[in-house]
T-cell receptor, first 114, second 114 residues
Framework: ETGVTQTPRHLVMGMTNKKSLKCEQH?????MYWYKQSAKKPLELMFV???????ENNSVPSRFSPECPNSSHLFLHLHTLQPEDSALYLCASSQDQVGDYEQYFGPGTRLTVT | AQKVTQAQTEISVVEKEDVTLDCVYE???????LFWYKQPPSGELVFLIRRNSFDEQNEISGRYSWNFQKSTSSFNFTITASQVVDSAVYFCALGYNAGNMLTFGGGTRLMVKP
């Protein structure tokens, strides 16, 4: 138990659905991250939030929309996804966005797009 | 551009053997950070170690040891007397942009057989 929780753990959705992934950290950290882990590519950083402000968006398609209402919660809103978006989506947090602070990861949401 | 290469995609050893996981990185930054994470079958990445670019001291933690060599841009990880519980995917990562934007290698799947 790293102090980062993600819900749901598994999600199956159609290409026309809208769903949201939720991440919560109980560590008092200031930075939160979304990563995508697919079978064919290395872990990819999608979004970074520091003190609730987005710091980086690594050219992620607009069908992925992040939201960070406070430093403990992070959402990833999904709409009109494609089958190639099927992957494990990992959330992480760190003490701060700058510096050599390790990131603590949640267990991930396994997403399947049909 | 940042790049991390883990040339060994899969390694299989018998329990009690020593095993070294290779990691080679590329960066133009003079200050950077290196990390190793373990991903067991449960999916959650577990932080193992971090190193900054100014600290080339090798480190030992129990059965784990790390060898950081700036001259060859390598940050290799050795497990001594491997155990079945060490079976997992291991990721090397490079932190850029002042630390916490991580570029991951493709991972090495380690299988330790009894």
């Amino acid at each position: 138990e790293t102090g980062v929780t993600q819900t749901p753990r598994h999600l199956v959705m159609g290409m026309t659905n809208k769903k949201s992934l939720k991440c919560e950290q109980h560590l008092g950290h200031n930075a939160m991250y979304w990563y995508k882990q697919s079978a064919k590519k290395p872990l990819e950083l999608m979004f970074v939030y520091s003190l609730e402000e987005r710091v980086e968006n690594n050219s992620v398609p607009s069908r992925f929309s992040p939201e960070c209402p406070n430093s403990s919660h992070l959402f990833l809103h999904l709409h009109t996804l494609q089958p190639e978006d099927s992957a494990l989506y990992l959330c992480a947090s760190s003490q701060d966005q700058v510096g050599d602070y390790e990131q603590y990861f949640g267990p991930g949401t396994r997403l399947t797009v049909t | 551009a940042q790049k991390v290469t883990q040339a060994q995609t899969e390694i299989s050893v018998v329990e009690k053997e020593d095993v070294t996981l290779d990691c080679v990185y590329e960066t133009r930054d003079t200050t950077y950070y290196l990390f190793w994470y373990k991903q067991p079958p449960s999916g959650e990445l577990v932080f193992l170690i971090r190193r900054n670019s100014f600290d080339e001291q090798n480190e030992i933690s129990g059965r784990y040891s790390w060898n950081f060599q700036k001259s060859t841009s390598s940050f290799n990880f050795t497990i001594t007397a491997s155990q079945v519980v060490d079976s997992a995917v291991y990721f090397c990562a490079l932190g850029y942009n002042a630390g916490n934007m991580l570029t991951f290698g493709g991972g090495t799947r380690l299988m330790v057989k009894p």
